[in-house]
């Protein structure tokens, strides 16, 4: 099993005005891979989604896809999936994502004492990452969609 995401990011803060972009929209590829010989290890990697040449690399398993963050809780339902703090403290955040087909949008948003402080939207299209049954992926940060399109949109 994998799965590729490419698509872009864009962080907002709070200002006076409310929510005020504080970065351009990034362009971001996420891919997550389960090899057909251990579909129960896998890894997500990331290009650019957090910010401009960023990269980041993840090693998955059902302990740290669903406990990976202490104090968190993991959602799902069709077509929408997600994280949230479970307690309040300093910081809230939750993530959550919504699915349609091949496409992917989300927002992550943290709270800090008790007032809206940053959000990143996400937006991402899915794009094969594997041609030999999941023995191997690509595992690149070019993009292979000519450009992200506008996931509201109708091809």
């Not at 389960?34 to 989604?49: A, H, I, K």
């Not at 349609?100 to 990452?129: K, T, W």
Request: net charge negative; aromatic share 12%; hydrophobic share 35%.
């Amino acid at each position: 099993f994998g799965s590729r995401w490419e698509g872009q990011t864009r962080w907002f803060g709070s200002s006076s005005l409310g929510l005020s972009p504080v970065s351009d929209p990034l362009p971001a590829i996420y891919q997550l891979e389960f090899p057909e010989t251990t579909p129960e290890l896998g890894t997500w990697r990331g290009w650019g989604v957090l910010k401009p040449g960023d990269t980041r690399v993840v090693q998955l398993s059902e302990e740290t896809v669903v406990n990976r963050t202490p104090g968190a809780a993991t959602f799902q339902f069709e077509g929408v999936g997600g994280r949230c703090s479970l307690g309040i403290s300093e910081v809230w955040a939750a993530e959550v994502n919504f699915f349609h087909e091949g496409r992917r949008s989300g927002l992550v948003v943290y709270y800090r004492n008790g007032s809206l402080d940053q959000m990143m939207s996400m937006a991402f299209r899915s794009n094969p990452i594997s041609h030999d049954g999941n023995r191997t992926f690509v595992n690149t940060s070019e993009f292979t969609v000519t450009e992200p399109a506008d996931p509201i949109v109708e091809d």
